[in-house]
């Protein structure tokens, strides 16, 4: 009876083994082992809404190419969707690493999109279109020293991608959450600084190498100076709802892919410092101007840099701000 189920839930979810990182298949087997054997054999089967083709309930992925400015160079996005039946699920924006691998990160965040009923996103900035950290963790903000326009670059691609779910009636949600580890919690910092994604209700950041500080002395990319951010606009950002989440594992000062430039070894010697010093230097040029600060620090014990293992203390912080 057991591997009935099993075979009827692949039967459903045909194709779904060639987005699955290898080594992650245990806990794929384990996942559907789960959900077949809590159902009750005579319950019929829930009706899949005809409305959500372009993201299918379990794993999926469409070709997006619907933002005029980048339609030129269209991007895969994976999906994960626990439950079709849910008008106004959450959406969670999910930035993969410098590796590229959106598919394996919406993996990761099956079990918490489970639990607190997400729908999980996961754009897959593709080197090839947007290269190099200039490419994905800066935004493609400059080519070379010159700044872009903004409508091309690759943060711009999220907004339209939410507007696009809400346009085929994927979901009828009115914001979105977005969360990125390592490399992608550059692309995320970076996003609340320097655009105004109007649908955005949170930020997470997690595990960065990194940062833009908020410093006017510092040059680009590493501060302010030289870059499109001025003073009035980094008051309305110490508003946001912005959370810097860190491992408390993640100290390894000879991490292969830690930036050891000048630079950033001013913001510290690893990762959990460098989150420390972004933050507490946020701070306290907010109180230097006079403005609200609502971003937030939190840590994860006994995790280091891993986007697994930071997925479920994200998850919760999304569902309790994106549900207050």
């Known amino acids: 009876m057991i591997i009935f189920l099993i075979t009827q839930e692949f039967n459903k979810m045909k194709n779904i083994l060639q987005l699955i990182p290898f080594h992650k298949y245990q806990l794929f087997f384990l ?5 077949s054997c809590s159902k009750n054999p005579g319950e019929p089967e829930t009706e899949i809404d005809t409305n959500t083709r372009l993201v299918p309930q379990g794993v999926g992925k469409f070709t997006f190419d619907k933002y005029l400015p980048l339609s030129d160079t269209p991007i895969t996005v994976h999906t994960y969707l626990p439950d079709s039946t849910i008008k106004d699920i959450t959406v969670i924006f999910v930035m993969h690493g410098t590796s590229r691998n959106a598919s394996g990160y919406c993996i990761d965040w099956v079990d918490p999109a489970r639990e607190y009923n997400f729908l999980v996103i996961c754009p897959d900035i593709d080197a090839n ?8 963790n800066l935004g493609g903000m400059y080519d070379g020293n010159v700044l872009v326009d903004s409508a091309k670059w690759s943060f711009a691609l999220i907004e339209p ?8 009636n994927v979901t009828t949600s009115e914001t979105y959450g977005i969360y990125g580890h ?7 910092h970076r996003y609340a ?3 105004n994604p109007t649908n955005a209700k949170i930020f ?10 908020t410093d006017f002395t510092e040059v680009f990319p590493y501060g302010f100076q030289d870059s499109p951010m001025i003073e009035e606009n980094i008051k309305g950002k110490f508003g946001l709802n912005l959370v810097i989440l860190l491992g408390e594992n993640d100290t390894d000062p000879n991490a292969s892919s830690l930036r050891k430039t000048e630079e950033a070894m001013r913001q510290g010697k690893h990762r959990f410092e460098r989150g420390h010093t972004f933050y507490n230097r946020a701070n306290l040029m907010a109180d230097s101007l006079g403005v609200k600060f609502n971003w937030t620090l939190q840590t994860v014990p006994n995790v280091g840099h891993s986007n697994f293992g930071m997925a479920p203390s994200a998850a919760k912080i999304l569902f309790q701000r994106m549900n207050n």
């Open 161 to 168: 991608i939410f507007k696009y779910l809400k346009s085929e």
């Open 193 to 195: 600084l320097f655009t």
């Open 204 to 213: 997470i950041a997690a595990n960065a190498g990194w940062y833009t500080m």
């Open 129 to 136: 279109r947007f290269p190099g950290s200039s490419g994905y």
């Open 31 to 35: 996942t559907i082992l789960i959900v």
């Open 182 to 188: 390592s490399a992608g919690s550059q692309f995320v």
